[in-house]
């Protein structure tokens, strides 16, 4: 990485530190049928770090209304932007793959890419 490319105001950085870049994301799911948007839909709201909700309470909600109603409106919602052509579906996991591809390719150039 080039000095020009460090903000001014960054912390020195030892003379052959490593750089990183970390994706992250909440997921997404695997397709927009009621069993996929259901089980997505479980998986996301289930995080405590999501929904800051008694666990109880919020397991309640969550079983007993969210998902008896929410999975079918989701995935209708979500069909509207579905690539259905793409194997990839999910324009967040593409365009997620996409940006780690041209991250590791750029990176390449200067920094040995390891991919996890």
Same mark, same amino acid.
């Given at each position: ?16 530190? $490593?750089? %990183? ?8 799911? =695997?397709?927009? *049928?009621?069993?996929?948007? !259901? &089980? +997505? ?31 079918? $409106?989701? %995935? ?8 259905? =052509?793409?194997? *990839?579906?999910?324009?967040? !996991? &593409? +365009? ?21």
């Amino acid at each position: 990485m080039s000095v020009k490319s460090i903000p001014s105001d960054h912390p020195s950085l030892p003379r052959h530190a $490593k750089t %990183g870049i970390l994706l992250v994301n909440l997921g997404t799911p =695997d397709g927009t *049928d009621t069993p996929s948007m !259901r &089980k +997505y839909l479980k998986q996301f709201l289930s995080d405590k770090r999501v929904i800051e909700v008694p666990r109880l309470l919020w397991w309640i909600i969550l079983n007993g209304i969210i998902l008896n109603v929410r999975p079918r $409106k989701s %995935g209708d919602a979500y069909e509207r932007i579905w690539l259905k =052509d793409d194997p *990839d579906g999910s324009p967040l !996991r &593409k +365009y997620t793959r996409l940006k780690a591809e041209y991250l590791a390719q750029s990176m390449a150039k200067e920094v040995k890419a390891n991919r996890v």
